[in-house]
């Protein structure tokens, strides 16, 4: 059984604090991995894609992939209240299926 | 680029009846997937639809099926309506379910929220 696993949380972080969250993959031969933000009542939005080892940075936000470890995280530079919402890492496995992890809920604290 | 749409975006119905519910992807994706999400869970994969045909299955019972049409769009069905299926279901699209690492990448929609009475 292929698994992606995040811990749920809740993540406390102080406003302007970098927050940090992880995620872990059992397959070892994915390839694409990404990160969704969902806020409370609505659907998930794509906020990071990332495909090769190392670091990737768009708008605030960077993912950094390693895959000999196999794990995901994503960093949250400068957090802000507003970034309060679970976020959630889906990964695509060896059959190009999509495998989702449960999902961490992160506070930014005022 | 329009989004993805659903339709419609609320709905109650009673135990023992059945429902349908729609999606349109974005325009050139190919493949919809389904989703049912519970309060305080992850997202629970229903199944996955790519030229008309489902390639991908998760582990719900037959009382949900869907289907896809020729021009993408997208349906599903759940009968004999059970007080557990009340969830928001969500609807994603993509280019594809292989090739190109990016052609996985899903976009939602707003969702349908299923009271079931």
């Known amino acids: 059984q292929k698994e992606v696993e995040q811990n749920s949380g809740p993540l406390s972080v102080p406003e302007g604090a970098i927050a940090s969250l992880n995620c872990t993959y059992s397959d070892r031969v994915s390839q694409s991995f990404f990160w969704y933000r969902q806020y409370s009542g609505k659907s998930p939005e794509l906020i990071m894609s990332i495909y090769s080892n190392g670091d990737k940075e768009d708008g605030g936000f960077t993912a950094q992939l390693n895959k000999a470890s196999q794990y995901v995280s994503l960093l949250i530079r400068d957090s802000q209240p507003s970034d309060s919402a679970t976020y959630l890492c889906a990964v695509v496995d060896s059959n190009y299926q999509l495998i989702w992890g449960a999902g961490t809920k992160l506070i930014i604290k005022p | 680029k329009a989004g993805v749409t659903q339709t419609p975006r609320y709905l109650i119905k009673t135990r023992g009846q059945q429902v349908t519910l729609s999606c349109s992807p974005i325009?050139?994706?190919?493949?919809v997937s389904w989703y049912q999400q519970t309060p305080g869970q992850g997202l629970q994969f229903l199944f996955e639809y790519f030229s008309e045909t489902q390639r991908n299955k998760g582990n719900f019972p037959g009382r949900f099926s869907g289907r896809q049409f020729s021009n993408s769009r997208s349906e599903m069905n759940v009968s004999t309506l059970e007080l557990g299926d009340s969830a928001l279901y969500l609807c994603?699209?993509?280019?594809?379910?292989?090739?190109?690492?990016?052609?996985?990448?899903?976009?939602f929609g707003p969702g349908t929220r299923l009271t079931v009475l």
């Open positions: 325009s050139g994706h190919r493949s």
């Open positions: 994603a699209s993509s280019y594809g379910t292989s090739g190109s690492r990016s052609r996985r990448e899903q976009f």
